[in-house]
């Protein structure tokens, strides 16, 4: 197991391919879920330093909060709302340049500007989603979308 991340600058893409080899590392011989979750938030939050990073749990109707990197945030957000529940509802990744502009977008924090949504997959059905809040506009983009549906791959 790694104790030890490696910071990498770079490229988007470049510092994606250093950090997805050390978070399998920490993935690698651990079977507990939410040691795994909180590990993988941790990497994401100390290589990129976005705002707010996390995920939530499916549980019935609702999606709620789970180990996460960042302020105090929202506990449960119904299917359908926000841009969690949206991406759940719709079974893909979400990216939102501008959260103000979202419909119905739950606002837990003003400081929270841009977002991307990653629903996690295991047997066709979704269990959960990675959460990614930036303070600034326009952060996510295709390449943040290729690579964090392959480190939630990792962890289904």
């Known amino acids: ?19 997805i080899p050390q978070i399998k590392g920490l ?3 651990e079977p507990n879920l939410i040691a795994n ?4 938030a941790a ?3 100390e290589q990129f330093g976005w705002f707010w990073i996390g995920f939530y749990l499916v549980e019935k ?3 709620v909060l789970g180990p996460f990197q960042g302020p105090v945030a929202c506990t449960r957000i119904r299917k359908g709302r926000g841009v969690c529940g949206s991406s759940w509802e719709q079974a893909k990744t979400l990216i939102v340049p ?11 924090s003003s400081l929270s500007k841009s977002e991307i949504v990653v629903p996690l997959f295991k047997d066709g059905n979704i269990w959960g989603v990675l959460d990614v809040d930036s303070s600034d506009y326009n952060q996510f983009d295709e390449t943040d979308q290729l690579y964090l549906e392959q480190i939630v791959a990792l962890l289904s």
Request: hydrophobic share 40%; charged share 30%.
């Open 27 to 29: 993935l690698s011989g």
């Open 98 to 108: 501008d959260v103000e502009k979202f419909p119905g977008h739950i606002a837990c």
């Open 37 to 40: 979750l909180a590990n993988t």
């Open 61 to 63: 109707d609702e999606l």
């Open 43 to 45: 990497a994401l939050k």
């Open 1 to 19: 197991m790694a104790e030890d991340l490696q910071i990498i600058k770079g490229t988007k893409s470049e510092q994606y391919e250093a950090l």
